[in-house]
Nanobody, 124 residues
């Protein structure tokens, strides 16, 4: 299995930017679709963003389009999520996730590997 470790979460004010990182283990990082999923208190798990390993195509949930940016550095086995113009409703535990197949990007339940999560709290 693939091990994923997130970092970069914290408590920030609304409108501030934050950058999350996810370090992946294994030699097959470049073959994985990488994504981010979040879960707010009392809410269901929600897909946030993903990027296919073999292309520059990115996928975002509507609520974060234009604000969040996903990127990856295959040499470092790391995927990033830059969160801009943060809102209180963005408060959630953000999980790094990986998928073996290069499809079904929007379905959080279809990702194969998961990190422990990093807390992002946005205050007003």
């Amino acid at each position: 299995q693939v091990q994923l470790v997130e970092s970069g979460g914290g408590l920030v004010q609304a409108g501030v930017s934050l950058r999350l990182s996810c370090a992946a283990s294994g030699r097959t990082f470049s073959s994985l679709t990488m994504g981010w999923v979040r879960q707010a208190p009392g809410k269901e798990r929600e897909f946030v963003a993903a990027q296919a390993w073999s292309s520059s195509r990115t996928y975002y949930v509507d609520s974060v389009k234009g604000r969040f940016t996903i990127s990856r550095d295959n040499a470092k086995n790391t995927v990033y999520l830059e969160l801009n113009s943060l809102k209180p409703e963005d408060t959630a535990v953000y999980y790094c996730a990986a998928k073996k197949l290069q499809r079904d990007y929007y379905s959080a339940a279809l990702y194969d590997y998961w990190g422990q999560g990093t807390q992002v709290t946005v205050s007003s």
